[in-house]
């Protein structure tokens, strides 16, 4: 047997997003309608598109009086023009209020519309005022200081497209075309599930040897972060066979997806292995990553189960490269654009030819230099790696490492 | 006057940020207990050190057999070692359960502790099995596969300091290290309120002239987004000093902090300043910034209130270059490295000298280059301008503009 072992047939990072998007064709998720107030990082499950222009018609982006700018051509602190003010046009109220003829002006607050005949609004501090008449000292062009009809968005055009994940930005211009209620998908349901008999749960008095749960604090918090997710954590169940099975069928019928951190080896302790083999099939067992070897995929009841090592920076990776993407890939949604900026290596950093690898960095900049000082490939379980950088470097399969002083493609957490 | 008229005075955002956290001195956050598994974005309010080393013991990272290295030493294919297998040890159980002499070994799973006098473990696959025998086919040094005592961290390591916004790895090595109740601080409490009788918040049928609030939708998703805050709406209230005057009070007594939208000019319509005039004191009013110079800093009943514009762009602006670096100083917290990559200018950006420029840009990739496509200074409005966009570049004070090709800073929403 060579060294390679178990997974002497590792398929590659690629291959396994490949695998996992045509095995698992869809998740079945619902739609369903919320108020667009209550819509951070929803998914959308409609195209939105503007009902009118927006603006809908001139409007005054300053406090100032509304002009016709013919008015004021040449207008300047030696030679005013005279203005005769005829009133006030508030925000909200009608352009027909009044109509500018030569020689007229009506004053304006920030977002009032220009009544008609207007072009051109003159800030309160370019002119003085006198009763029933402004002096202007300045000569502007059309439009001047105004928002046009339509500047922002016209009626018909396209504001939000379906399966966009929605940022502030695209609930302000939702809620601005008068959409309050709008069609996203459910939360995706995601089960959590922790096996080994040694991992606790809850502070004990005497730990001896089990360790506490650190990797589904890790996976439900970095999940959850997607915001279009709502997590269900199953605890961390014993070693044994008959409790196993019974959460995972309560699982699956609960949830669109599961993950499970731990218990995916080869090992007789891997019971969660034993279980997929009797009940369902691997979609692949393990991926040529670093770290995050273990990072399989099995199909159960027709529902996807992630399975993650036990391992936290493992678990960390085995999300990162796969379960995430996989994620995005599987509701049509474009993963938001990671910024992958260059640093200077600190450090040569090796890799194993055949290998896709995510070494932590810590990335700091000494004048106008990035850096990216390597934390170091090893150590699966060593949670401080993450707490202690704030990004991350890839090296591709093909690669056998870079060298200090090389300039890294870098991203962060 | 001049053209710079009511906003003569303009302070810089630098001296603004350093005038509100002179004279907000702290905002008076209470401290809470929650469990580790809650505290995702919460600001931690005590430092976080190890109470014993990680591991505590020796152990496996793999599934194999625990031996003495100096047992396998010249361990090959054609010249394998035979060691005798005293029995299973698995995760939680004591090292002590064996101990191991000269000859003998141990089968460990993943995680398994390291039995006494093991300090290897040779992987399933680098052996054969042989009833109670294991004929091992490789030669491994000291340590090979093992998890070092405190290779994660030591007991008295100072596993995340005070202030420390938590994210999922925090929040993952302090339940490792057997700690469920942490001490956060409350949420900072924010109170939201817009003005302009003009502003819907609901739908209607015709809307003439009027306008949807889009503006506290994105400053209230965006602050949200902070995680270590609370919004409150406190809906959009006409221009009528009574009414805002009421709003105001109520507001001001159940939140740490106000941001209002728009009602801060200086027109008859801005009933929100003349409130300010009338019972508290402007730190600043208005910055050189744009959009956002209507960007205002109040303080009433002792409590800052943040006055943005009414626009949605202006808005923005204001919160991302004041309001958010001002909430985290006073909090004491470092913001999230935001990574600032290098993009090639696809247009010329002018700018005015004395003011910090938001300039909106669409960051794309052709091939190996970065680009950013600036969408315009114009239309504090134009909410679409944020839509279409990614990122933004900074325009410095003392700078006239970037040409078309200059390698600029970028920075992502």
Redesign the interface.
Known sequence: ??????YSSLINVDRAIELATSFIRELDIGVEKIN??SG?NRIIAEDIYAE?D????L?S?V?GYAVKASDIQGASFSNPVRLFVKGLL??????SKYVLKNGEAVEV???S?LPIGSDTVV????VVRDGDYIDVF?TLSVYSNV?QIG???RKG?L??SRRTVL???????I??????EISVYEKIRIGLICT???V?D???NH?????????C??V???V??LGFTEIK?YGTIPDETSIIDKTLSKALSENHVLITC?GA??????VLSRIVDRKGFYVFRGVALRPGKPTSLAILNNKPVFLLS???VAA?CGLEAIVIPVIHKLMGVEPA?K????TILKRNVPNVIGYRSYVRVK?YRVKDELYSEPYGLR??????S??KT?GFIIIPEDCEGYSEGSIVDTY??
């Open positions: 047997m060579t060294s390679t072992g178990f667009v107030w951070l009118r927006q603006p809908c018609c409007k982006y406090d508030k925000p909200g109220e009608s352009p607050y920030t977002g519309p800030m309160y501090e370019d300045k928002a500047e922002d968005y055009d504001l939000v940022k502030p930005q695209h609930l302000a211009i809620a601005s075309s008068g959409l309050f080994g008999s040694e606790l809850k502070p004990v730990i001896d040897y089990g360790v506490y749960n650190s990797t604090i890790l439900k918090n970095m959850e972060q954590y731990g080896g080869f090992s007789e302790n891997d036990g391992f936290p960390w654009f910024p992958c900026f260059k990335i150590g699966s379980g060593v949670l401080s993450l707490v704030n962060l957490y």
